[in-house]
C-alpha cells in the first residue's frame, strides 16, 4: 500500500496549490479519502473527506468555500485544490485512506503560504 502526495511548496497569501495523492495496492474507489493537516505541537486536523461511495465530500469550517477535494478512480488519486491561501494554512498535509478498520497514511506535503 503505498499514498504519495506532492503538490506542495511555497505560495504567496491569496494564492493557489493543488496536492495530489496517487494511490496503490487497495481498492482506492471503496475507501474514503481524506486531507489532514499538522502544525508543530497541535494534533493532526481533518480538512477535506471524500466518501468511498455515495455521499457527500465536506471540510473543516476553516477551509470551507476555498479548498474542494476531488477524486479520480481511474487514477487511484485524490486531489485537494487549495484557493485564497491564508498563512493559517501553512502545515504538513496528510493524505489518509480509510475503509472500516483500514487506515493507511501518506508521507505528507508541506505547504507554506508566506509573503
Known amino acids: 500500500v503505498q499514498l504519495v502526495e506532492s503538490g506542495g511548496g511555497l505560495v504567496q497569501p491569496g494564492g493557489s496549490l493543488r496536492l495530489s495523492c496517487a494511490a496503490s495496492?487497495?481498492?482506492?474507489?471503496?475507501?474514503?479519502m481524506n486531507w489532514f493537516r499538522q502544525t508543530p505541537g497541535k494534533e493532526r486536523e481533518l480538512v477535506a473527506h471524500?466518501?468511498?461511495?455515495?455521499?457527500?465530500?465536506n471540510y473543516a469550517d476553516s477551509v470551507k468555500g476555498r479548498f474542494t477535494i476531488f477524486r479520480d478512480n481511474a487514477k487511484n488519486t485524490v486531489y485537494l485544490q487549495m484557493n485564497s491561501l491564508k498563512p493559517e494554512d501553512t502545515a504538513v498535509y496528510y493524505c489518509?485512506?480509510?475503509?472500516?478498520?483500514?487506515?493507511?497514511w501518506g508521507q505528507g506535503t508541506r505547504v507554506t503560504v508566506s509573503s
Open positions: 495496492g487497495f481498492a482506492f474507489s471503496s475507501y474514503a
Open positions: 471524500s466518501p468511498g461511495a455515495g455521499g457527500s465530500t
Open positions: 489518509n485512506a480509510r475503509w472500516g478498520v483500514r487506515v493507511y
